[in-house]
């Protein structure tokens, strides 16, 4: 128990395997939210991240244009959706404990360690359940390639908190808002119920993850008394490679704290 926040969140980077990284995920995150409760935190402590988090010996990790592709209307070709999510998950597990672990050092309010560790324990329970449906329709994590690359837009920003907030939850994240609810229709077509109530957890959490984001950002741009918008074009600009893609879900992402002029002027075309 006496492991700082940040060594807490290092193990979890270095553990390969994914049930496995999840469960620690989740045993850690309960004992941080019981010691709040309780009102004695383990300190925040520091740690060396490792450049990349460890990650089970499969999926084999291949470049996004050597991946298959299914159609999505065949059993084969929802598996592989279903499989692209699990891979998503796990990636966002290590995400989370990143920035923790990563920007130990920048003094935050304890209220950014609670809400990384929450949504890091809720990325653990997207995998444990993706990971579920994957395994009632007899395949598994691990059973297809999965998108290397993942990784970049935490390498990219590693020595940037703010270019991360903007880059990860507020970009990375707010895309899965976009493009979740179509990926419910297609499961719901298919009657899958399980696959459909996986998804409508994680389309309702993700949400938490982005305000999260856009709650953090808005707090440094304070602090360092700059623009947030302006801010945000820019690191959007710098780390992001390409522009961002419509249909935009404004319900969503206005939820989430993300105003339309935040990103329309990143996307390649103009609202309609
Ligand atoms: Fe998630
Ligand atoms: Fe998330």
Redesign the pocket.
């Known amino acids: 128990m006496s492991l700082s926040l940040a060594e807490m969140a290092e193990a979890v980077l270095r553990t390969g395997d994914g049930r496995a990284k999840a469960a620690l995920s989740l045993d850690y995150a309960a004992r941080w939210a019981e010691a709040r409760a309780a009102g004695t935190p383990p300190e925040i402590g520091s740690a060396t991240p490792p450049d990349r988090p460890a990650r089970p010996a499969r999926p084999e990790l291949r470049d996004p244009r050597d991946v298959p592709r299914r159609r999505p209307g065949s059993p084969q070709g929802r598996i592989a959706i279903l499989h692209a999510v699990a891979h998503i ?1 796990l990636n ?1 597990v290590d995400l989370h404990w990143d920035i923790v672990a990563r920007f130990a050092g920048t003094p935050m309010p304890l209220g950014f360690h609670d809400d990384w560790v929450k949504a890091a324990a ?2 653990s329970r ?1 995998f444990n359940l993706v990971c579920d449906v994957l395994e009632a329709h007899g395949s598994h994590y691990g059973a297809l390639p999965a998108h290397a690359g993942m990784w970049r837009a935490a390498e990219d920003t590693a020595d940037d908190l703010m270019g991360r907030l903007a880059v990860v939850p507020m970009v990375l994240e707010a895309r899965g808002l976009d493009v979740t609810p179509d990926m419910i229709a297609l499961f719901e077509k298919a009657g899958d119920a399980g696959a459909v109530a996986a998804l409508r957890t ?1 389309y309702a ?2 949400v938490g993850h982005v305000a999260y984001g856009s709650k953090w950002f808005h707090f440094l741009c304070g602090r360092h008394e700059l623009d947030p918008k302006d801010t945000f074009h820019a690191l959007v600009r710098r780390y992001f490679h390409g522009p961002l893609k419509p249909p935009f879900n404004e319900e969503k992402r206005a939820e989430a704290g993300l105003p339309p002029d935040f990103y329309w002027p990143l996307s390649e075309t103009t609202p309609r």
């Open positions: 998950e966002a809720e990325e997207h994680i959490e993700e």
